[in-house]
């Protein structure tokens, strides 16, 4: 089964708070998402494999180690998974960046997909999926099955909040692929929106309704 892995790092906490409150603007928002996404990958990124090098320092020859060449990808689900991007890119520069595009369809709470734009040696990467949401779980479900029909298999999933029933629905359909939030709240509502979670990510992103 795949591992859920909840970061509790008072930094990420703090922020988080800042990141539910009504009150906090689109322009905090985006700031405090991105700030947190940096902080997130860290946590994501911990296991990535690493080589020894030797190099010449102003004082002496050494021994150190750097990324064993294993190559990066971001794959937001738009539009909300955007605002996640640019905080990742800053530890990881050299990652590559692709796009899945799915909205909700309001009645049945489903997925429909409606873009998908990956990079081309994406099957070779070792691809973090970002959203600030995992809700139902159906487009995070879905968004990783596209990746996988495209030949990828090094896939994790990087959220700021989960509901337990997009955690159980992920583990369920990708039990090989690790999960990362920053929360795991109580509940899904009758709506489909995370209880207490923070109302709709990419409308607090970019001030729409």
């Known amino acids: 089964m795949a591992k859920l892995t909840v970061m509790d790092h008072p930094l990420i906490q703090h922020k988080l708070s800042l990141i539910r409150d009504k009150r906090t603007g689109p322009k905090e928002f985006r700031e405090l998402i991105d700030e947190v996404a940096t902080l997130m990958a860290y946590e994501v990124t911990r296991d990535l494999p690493l080589c020894e090098v030797e190099i010449e320092t102003p004082v002496a020859h050494t021994t150190t180690r750097v990324l064993a060449g294993k190559k990066l990808g971001v794959v937001p689900i738009l539009r909300a998974g955007l605002g996640m991007v640019d905080g990742i890119l800053k530890l990881v520069p050299a990652a590559r960046v692709g796009h899945i595009g799915l909205y909700r369809d309001p009645q049945t709470l489903k997925p429909v997909e409606y873009y998908c734009k990956l990079p081309t040696d994406a099957s070779e990467r070792e691809l973090i999926v970002v959203d600030p949401m995992l809700a ?74």
């Open 136 to 209: 139902t779980g159906g487009s995070a479900v879905a968004a990783i099955q596209f990746l996988k029909d495209r030949g990828c298999h090094n896939i994790r999933m990087m959220n700021l909040i989960a509901a337990p029933e997009g955690v159980k629905a992920v583990q369920e359909a990708h039990p090989d692929v690790d999960i990362f939030v920053a929360a795991l709240d109580e509940r899904l509502n009758d709506h489909g929106y995370i209880v207490p979670g923070l109302g709709d990510a990419g409308d607090r992103l970019y001030g729409t309704k």
